[in-house]
């Protein structure tokens, strides 16, 4: 991730046939962050951990079901002594030393995971690929037409993350059939979901609302009290 670009702390709103009808500015606590990769690294390795289901599971030579007799006595036979037909060696015996149900979950603290969103949303902000659009579909019926319309007209690479508000439910079905479109709420917002997508397309009231949560307001009232 290289950082010696030049950050705009300034973006253009354009709507849906790319035409610009407003500007919104970009708090630098925010968007022109440092952009630690080693911290970046921990927390998304922490995340992909944490999705795990960690249900896999193997049996050992007590859970196997049969193998109470002794499969032959002891001496004269001049085979190797043997207890159960379970035991490890055997086919259908049991596992040795394997997989068992346990959580993958890292504690990640709070600080480093805002700390990782802002240095990956600075990171897409110095190369020029977060955008802003005033709304997805005008009107309250879904257009997948209008919306892939909307995106093409932003940028011309495939993997896009779109972030909207909870209740725009006309966007999302919109973005619903678009197969290289991530949508997320903003306050679902991660440096995983960032990393993974070529450019970062925000609506106008996702923006507003993004910029508005808690974590948000308390680093940039932070930043302004320097």
């Known amino acids: 991730m290289a950082t010696e670009t030049t950050t705009k702390l300034s973006l253009d709103v354009v709507d849906g046939v ?15 962050a440092q952009t630690n990769v080693p911290l ?7 995340q992909l951990a944490a999705a795990r289901q960690g249900t896999h599971d193997t ?15 002891q001496k004269g036979t001049g085979r190797a002594r043997q207890g ?18 346990r959580s993958y979950a890292q504690r990640t603290p709070k600080k ?20 802003v659009l005033s709304e ?4 309250d019926a879904p257009s997948t037409k209008a919306v892939a319309k909307a995106l093409t007209g932003i940028t011309e690479r495939p993997n896009v993350l779109v972030v909207v508000t909870r209740t725009d439910e006309v966007g999302k079905r919109s973005l619903s059939n678009l197969d290289s479109v991530h949508v997320l709420p903003f306050d679902q917002l991660n ?8 450019d970062v397309v925000f609506t106008k009231a996702a923006l507003d609302s ?8 308390k680093i940039t009232a932070k930043e302004a009290a320097k």
């Open 18 to 32: 790319g035409e610009k009808v407003g500007s919104v500015d970009l708090p630098a606590a925010i968007f022109d």
């Open 40 to 46: 970046i690294h921990q927390v998304v390795v922490a």
């Open 59 to 73: 049996k050992t030579r007590g859970e196997v079901r049969g193998g109470g007799k002794k499969p032959y006595r």
């Open 84 to 101: 159960s037909t379970r035991a490890p060696q055997f086919a259908g015996g049991g596992v040795v030393h394997g997989p068992t149900p």
């Open 112 to 131: 480093m995971i805002a700390a990782a969103l802002r240095g990956s949303l600075s990171d897409r902000n110095r190369h020029g690929r977060i955008h």
């Open 136 to 139: 997805l579909v005008k009107g």
């Open 191 to 198: 440096a995983y979901d960032v990393l993974c997508a070529d």
């Open 210 to 217: 993004f910029l508005e949560s808690p974590v948000v307001t």
